[in-house]
């Protein structure tokens, strides 16, 4: 099938990145968000990330300008009637995303395709709201959009290989690395990734590091590009305790618990960098 418009729903740290890959790619995008503030803040990213690229001559001033006009904003749902493909990025909730795929399933097209970057719910729960399941798929993108190569391909049980195959060519054209997932909880990234977030919590909640210390073990230790507080932050608390809370209520398994005090910051409203406070705070 031929996809050349798109919607992306959600204008956050998700959703604007999305944008931004797909109009890079050449496609007309529409980004969508219930909160116009959301759109002007996620257009304002994008702006600067596109000066930026031109600035340090990884872009033309003109293509910079292409990629712009691609883009437009809309807090209208219906706006998803001329679409092919919807990406759904709000927040990680079963309700809020399963409203907004029945309401898709009215506005948009028959051949679209509805596709949602969720990072743990059951993509085959969210497919059965609708009356096009084998058009539904999983379409995760990893943060910071623009700069992370993979995208995860989840398959409910309902999506027809067709559907499969049209998401994984667009994801090569996105110029990004697709890998085939089934829909069990957390999938593959945040069944792995998340536990350790969790366990980097629990070591603070038990007084055996601060947070700069468990993160300077593993980035200096491990390697890894940042510690796994400072990801929880940048990543968002509120995604990682959704998160856990699917991975323990799906596997029903106690070590899956969220730890509390993930819990604490969560109910303070301190939700990392979003926010301005998580485990560290930002201007
Ligand atoms: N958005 C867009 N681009 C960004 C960015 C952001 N938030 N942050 C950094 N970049 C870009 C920078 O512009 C820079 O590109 P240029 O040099 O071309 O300008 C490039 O990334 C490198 O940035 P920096 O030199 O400032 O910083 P860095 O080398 O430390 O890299 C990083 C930043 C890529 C974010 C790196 O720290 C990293 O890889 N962190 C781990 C990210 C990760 O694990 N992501 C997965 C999260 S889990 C997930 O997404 C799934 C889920 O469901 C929760
Ligand atoms: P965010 O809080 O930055 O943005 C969510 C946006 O959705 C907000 O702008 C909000 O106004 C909007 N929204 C909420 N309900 C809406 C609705 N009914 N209609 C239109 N817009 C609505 O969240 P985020 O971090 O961008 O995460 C979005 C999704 O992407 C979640 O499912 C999350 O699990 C997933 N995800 C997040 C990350 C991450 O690192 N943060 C990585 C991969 C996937």
């Not at 051949?111 to 497919?127: G, K, Q």
């Not at 989840?154 to 499969?164: H, M």
């Amino acid at each position: 099938m031929t996809i050349n418009h798109v919607m992306v729903i959600g204008a956050g740290q998700m959703g604007a990145g999305i944008a931004q890959v797909f109009a890079q790619a050449g496609l007309n995008v529409k980004m969508n968000d219930m909160s116009q503030d959301a759109l002007d803040q996620g257009l304002l990213g994008i702006e600067k990330r596109l000066g930026r690229a031109v600035e340090k001559g990884r872009m033309t001033e003109g293509e910079r300008k292409a990629i712009t006009e691609l883009l437009s904003t809309t807090t209208d749902l219906k706006d998803a009637a001329d679409c092919d493909l919807v990406v759904e990025a709000v927040v990680e909730s079963m309700d809020v995303k399963v409203s907004v795929f029945q309401q898709l399933d009215e506005i948009a097209p028959s051949h679209a395709i509805l596709a949602t970057n969720t990072s743990s719910l059951p993509i085959t729960e969210i497919a059965a709201a609708t009356q096009r399941p084998e058009q539904v798929i999983g379409m995760h993108f990893m943060n910071p959009v623009p700069v992370m190569k993979l995208v995860e391909i989840i398959r409910a049980i309902q999506t027809s290989d067709e559907t499969y195959q049209a998401i994984e060519d667009m994801t090569k054209k996105l110029e990004k690395t697709p890998v085939e997932v089934e829909d069990f909880p957390g999938f593959v990234s945040n069944r792995i990734l998340m536990p350790m977030i969790n366990e980097a919590v629990y070591t603070v909640h038990e007084g055996v590091a601060s947070p700069e210390d468990v993160d300077a073990v593993m980035k200096l230790g491990m390697n890894h590009p940042m510690g796994p507080l400072t990801l929880a932050d940048f990543i968002g608390l509120d995604t990682c305790l959704y998160i856990m809370e699917v991975l323990h209520e799906g596997f029903g398994d106690s070590k899956y618990r969220p730890c509390p005090l993930l819990r604490k910051y969560v109910k303070a409203g301190w939700l990392g960098k979003k926010s301005g406070r998580g485990f560290y705070t930002y201007d």
